[in-house]
């Protein structure tokens, strides 16, 4: 382990106790510093506490700077620090790939004004910063949102920070259909609130223009994406406000103290919220491809357990279960009438499929916490014999995570029934992954899947 992953998992042990059992520092902290050290002590203790409260400060400030190189917006989702109008056209990327995801016809992003840096929403509570509809127009330029006295269910959802699903909105008074986001055709729709905890700031509004309620796994993941954009947003927000602290000469160290109990419960929210995300996401993609059991789960696992019958590290082994976990990914934001098609799929369907794990690729690549497994799914359809997708590599130029996951990833299918067929028994699959050992498969990851299985 390197010094610096050692100071990175010192800092995640430590705990506000840190300079506890000090009363001195309390007293400093107090603001009545001055008074004890006039009256009560002498000139000389009295410099050797300033010394040992600016020495505390100094390593405090340490602490907070290598937090924030560790955790700074590159490793969170890229949401915020926009200055510019043109910059939140992220927004309406974002807004595309979770209409996409749902199989829904609209969504649309609102943010709390202390988020919206470079757009003037009129002192609204609520502003509109990204939608999935495309515009004639500048959106932005018509100031759309929500204030804090509306009687809107999605100021209903912002307060009460509770998810509304509502398949018939046509029976609800307090939807006022906005006429430029084309809400006059809304027929259902669901609203989640984007918040760490009671730190709310903003929601995801879903439409659709035919009475519809969003699938359980679908709508579990659009809590999960709401929360982590919540907990990533406030974390920013924290190490903006950190970054002042340390800047400051004459602040206090119990300030310090707080600031870092704060980011360092952010961090592990974050990261509980990620791991969340990974598991959500692989179960709608198993909803949308229509397995009958929770495929991307299973190959995830049977993933794990190859890499440790190969003697594989820890670390590897972690990046090449979540890797399992998506390797289907880009099959996410694809209709599930195109997975529900028994007959024969057209050129365009089957291309669709084809390209699927670009797609997902893509996806990864917008969130920057799993970029250590994007090498592992883009290359887990290459083949040993170097006629597969999509670089044609070959034998052990693929990455050994990628065989991994193929291996794990055919049997697993052919193991599991499916809307158009029945389960394959463990034997035959396990003689087709045999026969096509060195064509399709890495032979070493197949003698390990048998040597596993047949233990």
Not at 267 to 275: A, F, K, P, R, T
């Amino acid at each position: 382990m390197t010094d610096k992953e050692e100071l990175g998992a010192s800092l995640f042990s430590r705990s506000l106790d840190l300079m506890e059992n000090d009363p001195l520092e309390e007293i400093f902290a107090l603001n009545i510093g001055d008074f004890i050290s006039e009256y009560l002590i002498s000139e000389d203790l009295a410099n050797k506490i300033g010394k040992d409260v600016k020495d505390k400060t100094t390593k405090l400030k340490s602490q907070l700077k290598e937090l924030i190189s560790i955790y700074s917006l590159d490793n969170t989702l890229c949401v915020l620090g926009f200055n510019s109008q043109d910059e939140y056209v992220v927004y309406n990327s974002i807004a595309k790939t979770l209409a996409q995801i749902l199989d829904a016809d609209a969504c649309h992003i609102y943010l709390t004004d202390e988020f919206t840096h470079g757009l003037n929403f009129e002192n609204k509570l609520l502003g509109l910063v990204g939608s999935s509809i495309d515009f004639d127009e500048d959106i932005y330029a018509k100031k759309l949102g929500y204030a804090k006295d509306d009687k809107s269910i999605v100021v209903k959802a912002f307060n009460t920070l509770e998810k509304i699903q509502i398949k018939d909105i046509s029976n609800v008074e307090n939807f006022t259909p906005k006429y430029e986001l084309r809400e006059f055709d809304v027929k259902s729709l669901a609203v989640v609130p984007m918040h760490n905890n009671a730190h709310v700031v903003g929601i995801i509004v879903i439409e659709n223009y035919k009475e519809k309620m969003i699938k359980r796994a679908y709508m579990n993941l659009l809590e999960t994406i709401a929360r982590l954009f919540g907990t990533s947003m406030h974390l920013q927000k924290t190490i903006e406000e950190t970054e002042v602290l340390i800047n400051d000469e004459n602040v206090f160290a119990e300030d310090l103290q707080h600031k870092r109990a704060e980011l360092t419960a952010l961090i592990g929210d974050l990261g509980v919220q990620q791991q969340a995300f990974v598991e959500k996401l692989a179960k709608a993609v198993d909803e949308k491809g229509q397995y009958k059991v929770a495929h991307s789960q299973k190959t995830a696992e049977l993933s794990k357990k190859l890499c440790k019958q190969l003697g594989l590290n820890e670390k590897t082994t972690d990046l090449v279960y979540y890797a399992g976990l998506l390797q289907n990914i880009g099959k996410i934001t694809l209709p599930e009438s195109l997975f529900a098609n028994k007959g024969k799929l057209s050129k365009d369907e089957w291309e669709k499929l084809q390209n699927h794990p670009n797609v997902g690729v893509n996806l990864l690549m917008n969130i920057n916490f799993l970029s250590e497994v994007i090498p592992y799914i883009h290359y887990h359809k290459e083949r040993w014999d170097g006629k597969g997708e999509p670089e044609g590599l070959k034998g052990c130029s693929i990455p050994f995570g990628s065989r991994i996951i193929a291996v794990a990833d055919a049997y697993t299918a052919m193991t599991s029934e499916r809307s158009y067929r029945e389960a394959m028994d463990k034997e035959s699959a396990l003689n087709i992954l045999k026969e096509e050992a060195g064509i399709k498969w890495d032979p070493a990851v197949v003698n390990a899947l048998f040597d596993l299985l047949n233990k």
